[in-house]
């Protein structure tokens, strides 16, 4: 019995092979684990740093529209304080004895503001006439439309890239509906972008129009939003111009205000109205 009991039962063969099976199995789900996490930590890095890149692009944007937009307030000021010492100079020039009246200055001031937020706000505006108006009452419709219109306008016709500007509204001018209703004049229609840069680009870009296939655009006529002031200047100027043309009526050159409110000359031209942004042909 003794014997008997010290007798130790040794593992065989196949208990053996299963065993080394078990360990081999559990090895590999551990490296396919390491291998997966590490795959993971590499995707979390990759992602991080993407993230990075396009914090980083948009820090950069906006760090470039707070630019401009300083700029804008630098260039407002340095021109109310223009228009402020210009109503001081005028008035040590025509006071009694060089005296200033206070409150006389303090309005005249109060309009050199008034005339250059006006100013602001008018240069990011475009003037467009010859947009076909949607035949609808719904406001909405109507604007959905007019900016459709512009956005072919601007793509087809100027051959703009679109991601290059962002129109902010679309107003047609003058209150109520047109009338009478199937009337073909159209009204003017003002556009409003993000940024006074895009007027300029637009300028450039107008003699493009000339080329269109669309007739509607061809007839497209562009002129940049003017404060009363600039408005008045310009009709002054069109006056002169009108004056010098008439006496100089056998000339093959002719006078035009462009869209600076400058004076040019011009050769006369065949066709019935000038190219787009050129002021109309004075009558």
Request: glycine fraction near 4%.
């Amino acid at each position: 019995m003794a014997a008997a009991s010290g007798i130790v039962n040794k593992p065989n063969s196949k208990t053996i092979s299963k065993k080394k099976l078990e360990i081999c199995g559990h090895c590999n789900v551990r490296d396919q684990v390491d291998s997966n996490t590490q795959r993971i930590e590499a995707l979390e890095k990759k992602l991080e740093a993407q993230q990075k890149d396009t914090e980083s692009e948009v820090n950069r944007a906006i760090s470039e529209v707070n630019n401009a937009i300083e700029r804008e307030k630098d260039k407002i000021k340095s021109e109310v304080r223009d228009d402020i010492v210009g109503v001081l100079q005028d008035h040590e020039k025509t006071g009694a004895g060089g005296t200033v009246k206070k409150e006389q200055v303090k309005v005249e001031v109060q309009e050199a503001l008034e005339d250059e937020k006006d100013k602001a706000f008018r240069a990011r505006n475009l003037i467009i006439a010859g947009v076909p108006e949607p035949d609808t009452d719904d406001m909405d419709a109507g604007n959905s439309a007019d900016l459709a219109s512009v956005t072919r306008l601007f793509t087809d016709g100027m051959k703009l890239d679109p991601d290059s500007y962002r129109i902010t509204n679309t107003t047609r001018l003058y209150r109520g509906r047109k009338e009478p209703a199937d009337t073909n004049k159209d009204r003017l229609l003002r556009v409003r972008f993000d940024s006074s840069d895009m007027v300029g680009k637009v300028a450039r870009a107008s003699p493009e129009l000339e080329n269109a296939a669309n007739s509607w655009m061809k007839n497209t006529r562009i002129f940049r939003g003017r404060s009363k002031k600039e408005r008045d200047e310009r009709r002054e100027l069109i006056r002169e111009a009108h004056t010098k043309n008439n006496e100089e009526e056998d000339s093959d050159y002719k006078w035009y205000v462009d869209f600076s409110n400058k004076k040019v000359l011009r050769k006369k031209e065949g066709e019935e109205r000038p190219r787009p942004f050129r002021a109309q042909k004075y009558r």
